[in-house]
Each structure stands twice: as C-alpha cells, then as structure tokens.
C-alpha cells in the first residue's frame, strides 16, 4: 500500500511556479518513454509530442499572440496569451494522432493520449520536476494548429507545462473515492463495504 502514495501525492504545480532547470536530454527522453505504455488499443500509437523550450517558447508566446488576435480578442486577452508559454521553461504538447479504425473510435485514441500525458506527468514529479496539464482557447484553434504543423487528423489535447517547483512539499486533500463507487449487482447498487 504504500507504493500507492507517489500516486496519491500527484499534484499539478501553477505553470508560474516552475522554474529552471527543466528536464535535460537524458531525463526527457526517459520521461517520455514512459508514455510509451500507455494503454494502447491496436497499438496505433494515437499520440505524438513537441517539446517547446528555449527562445522557441518565445517563438509560441508570439503564436498565441497572433492567435489571439485572430480571435479578435481584447488588448488585456492578448497580453495575457503572450505571455503563457514564458511561465515555465518547458513544455511538452501532447497531440493525438487520430486514425480512422473501424474498431477503435476516436474517443479511445484521445483517451489513449491523455494517459500518455498523465505518464509525463508523473514521470515528471519521480524525477522532482513539477508539471501541469493546460489547454484553453489555444488548445482548439487553427492558426495555432497551423503554426504548429499538425495534420488534419490530429489534435492538440494539452500542454504540458514543466519545471523545478520551488518545493517539493505541495500537498492537496482529495475527496473520497468511495463517494464516487458503487458495486454493481443485477439491479443492486452498493455502497463501498467498508
Ligand atoms: C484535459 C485537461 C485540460 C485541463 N486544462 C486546464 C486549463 O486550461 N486550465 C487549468 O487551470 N487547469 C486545467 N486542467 C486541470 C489542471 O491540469 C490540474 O489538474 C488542476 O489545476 C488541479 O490540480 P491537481 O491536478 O493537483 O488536482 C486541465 C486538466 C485536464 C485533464
């Protein structure tokens, strides 16, 4: 049971609160193969990543710029998009790659990517560095998409900002998993037995 506690210690740190160093070559490398396993229906590897760091998070802050722009967004809008990709010093956007399967619809190749963001997330707090999954109007707009040569068939399903959090020691309540279980039986509903 108490291997169960990585799990239930994961926390999401505010995109400005991670700080330099991010994950070097070596460490990122091993924090995305562990993407890698996540569970993959056919084997169709639904997902793909960009790892966005350096002057190329300048290059994105001016992206989500233009596109706010093109949203026809306010000033205040616009300054604020410009900013979020200079928060953190890195980011690894997790796209999902979806292909037409007749016996795996898309909802599963999605799901499948999101594990795989979970993976990095996690992946992420065992080696110390901090993350947190963000989408938002940029998660869902063409000139973003464009900017960012994704395919026709692919969508961004979140970025993942990563950094060091200042510490370690963030800590959350979480609710109660037996509120949201029940035991199911023929008819019967069940409460946690406890
Ligand atoms: C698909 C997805 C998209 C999310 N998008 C946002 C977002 O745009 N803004 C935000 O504040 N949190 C977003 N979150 C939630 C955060 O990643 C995080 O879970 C939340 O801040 C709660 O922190 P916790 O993970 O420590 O519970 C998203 C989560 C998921 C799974």
Redesign the pocket.
Known sequence: MQKLSFLNE???IPANELYLPAPDEMQLEAILQTAMSSPDHGELTPFRFLVIQGEALTELSEVFKQAAIERGADDLTILKQQKKPLRSPMIITVIAKITDNPSIPEVEQILCA?VAAQHIQLACRSLDFGS?????DNCYDIFVYQALGLEINERI??FIYVGTPDETNHK?NRSDAKKVTRFWKTSQHTDFAI
């Open positions: 994961q926390i999401s999101g947190i999954w963000l989408t938002g399903i979140g959350k």
